[in-house]
């Protein structure tokens, strides 16, 4: 006659499973190069990349339709060359106001 099993010992097969499932659960969470606290990572990263994507297309359809101002509308080709260079049409005056300097003072 064969000595009758334990239950504790017909709950050991039992237990390690569990272990091991928990031990594999926290290694695809917290462990590995491709974890899934990287993945989430990558998940914001790639939102706040796409945020900068489509703000830097916002600044080159500006710069676009700027460009294209500049080389049609002789409007904003006058108000460029007045504000930039300083230009003056024939008969006009430039009076130019600048800033008081402070004094420089000795070392």
């Known amino acids: 006659m064969s000595p ?21 659960v926290v ?17 914001r990263q790639l ?11 916002g600044q080159v359809d500006s710069l676009g339709r700027a460009a294209h101002d500049l080389e049609t509308n ?5 108000r460029v060359a ?3 260079f300083g230009m003056i049409r024939n008969g006009e005056t430039l009076y130019r106001l600048v800033p008081k300097s402070e004094p420089a003072r000795a070392p």
Do not use: N
Not at 27 to 43: C, M, N, P, Q, V
Not at 47 to 57: N, Y
């Open 74 to 78: 002789p409007t904003t080709q006058e």
């Open 4 to 24: 009758a099993r334990t239950p504790v010992l017909t709950a050991v097969p039992a237990l390690a499973a569990i272990v091991g499932a928990l031990a594999l």
């Open 82 to 84: 007045r504000e930039e």
């Open 27 to 43: 290694f695809a969470i917290f462990a590995g190069e491709y974890s899934t606290g990287d993945w989430l990572k990558l998940r």
């Open 47 to 57: 939102a706040q990349e796409r945020d900068s994507v489509m703000a830097l297309e």
